[in-house]
Every structure is written in structure tokens, then in C-alpha cells.
């Protein structure tokens, strides 16, 4: 088992959680107008749903590698190259960081809880995205492809979760900061540039 990997990808996790997307953007807005509880509430929602993903990206994959070398290769340079194009987008995209929390309702805990699971459950580019990241860090010659998959998919449950909880408990001083700062959308729309590229950079040079 190559701990090095796992730490690797514990670390490109974090740094996944940690630019703004959808989701965490999602999250403050949340925190922000309904309370700490509800946000996370909503992280609970929102990492659940991440368990379908990992099945079908497990056994799907899996799968693949058991037919050919060369198909589970390919797979992995497209992974590579989707995460070049998240990059290309988030660099023409534009660089502000929205905060209006006026069309935010409110809702109870469970409802959104269960809104959660299913804006990650029906997002397929949630799939994609495990496809692309998550062939590269397999880290072990012994285990089976889908335990390791399934490990993989609850480190990255673990990691997004402690990152969104975090985002939900200091939810009023972050948005404080971002509206106070004005050079910190540039700052967070590069970091997601080069956390992209970096793993992109990694799956090309990873071995099968």
C-alpha cells in the first residue's frame, strides 16, 4: 500500500473542497441566512450523495481495467484532459465571488438534507469528475480496484466533509472577508486554475 498516494490525494482533495464551487458557495449562502445547523445539514446531504458516484465510478472502472491496460489508459488521459478544461473554464469565467443571499429560503434541516443528496446525486458531472480524479491515485498492488475505489470515495467524503463543515461554522466571518476583500475572487479563481492543472499534470505523468 503506497501511503504517499493517499496523503497525495488527501491533499488535492482539501484543495478541491477548499475552491469555490457550486457546492461550498452553496453552503455559506445557508449557513449564512438560515444558521451553522442548516449548512451542515446541507454537507451531510451533499457528501451522502457521493456514495452513488463511487459505486458507479468503482465498478464501472473496475471493470475496465479487468478487459484492458490500454482502455483503463485512455481513461485516465481523458480524465486528465476534462480537468485541463474545468481549468479553461474557470479561467474565462468571470472572477467575482456572488454572495446575494436574497433568493435564499428557508427550509427545515431534513429538507436540506435531502436537497443535497439529490443536486449531487442528479449532477452527472459529479461522476465525471470522480472518473477523471480518482483511477490516478489508486495505491495499492493487492487490494481489489473496488475497495480501492471505495476507499478512495470515503477519504473524499471524510476530507470534503471536515473542509464544508468548516466553511458552514465560520460561514459569517468568510463572507465578511470576501465582501471586504477585493482582490480575493482573482485569488480563489486561480487557485481552482492551478489545483486543476496540478492534478491534471498528474494523472499524465501517473503509471497505470
Known amino acids: 500500500m503506497n501511503y504517499e498516494i493517499l496523503f497525495g490525494f488527501i491533499l488535492a482533495t482539501t484543495a478541491l473542497a ?6 461550498n458557495i452553496y453552503v455559506l449562502m445557508q449557513s ?8 451542515i445539514a446541507t454537507v451531510c446531504g451533499l457528501i451522502s450523495g457521493c456514495l452513488v458516484h463511487t459505486t458507479l465510478v468503482a465498478f464501472g472502472v473496475s471493470a475496465i481495467i479487468k ?3 490500454t482502455l483503463f489508459f485512455i481513461i485516465k488521459t ?6 485541463l478544461y474545468l ?30 443528496v ?9 461522476s465525471i469528475f470522480f472518473l477523471a480524479f480518482f483511477p490516478a491515485y489508486l495505491f495499492s498492488k493487492t487490494i481489489s480496484t473496488v475497495t480501492q475505489f471505495y476507499v478512495l470515495g470515503l477519504l473524499f ?18 463572507s465578511d472577508y470576501l465582501k471586504q476583500s477585493k ?19 498528474f494523472i499524465f505523468l501517473s503509471e497505470n
Do not use: C, H
Not at 183 to 201: E, H, M, R, S, T
Open 18 to 23: 477548499l475552491s469555490p464551487g457550486p457546492d
Open 32 to 39: 449564512i441566512s438560515n444558521g451553522r445547523k442548516y449548512g
Open 67 to 69: 478487459e484492458s491496460e
Open 78 to 83: 481523458l480524465g486528465a484532459l476534462y480537468l
Open 87 to 116: 481549468a479553461y473554464k474557470v479561467f474565462k469565467s468571470d472572477a467575482a465571488v456572488s454572495l446575494s443571499n436574497n433568493a435564499v429560503p428557508k427550509k427545515s434541516m431534513m429538507q436540506l438534507f435531502k436537497q443535497g
Open 118 to 126: 439529490i443536486m449531487n446525486v442528479l449532477n452527472p458531472k459529479v
Open 157 to 174: 467524503m471524510a476530507t470534503s466533509f471536515m473542509v464544508f463543515a468548516l466553511i458552514a461554522i465560520l460561514a459569517g466571518f468568510i
Open 183 to 201: 482582490n480575493i475572487g482573482l485569488v480563489l479563481k486561480w487557485l481552482q486554475i492551478v489545483v486543476f492543472i496540478g492534478i491534471a499534470i
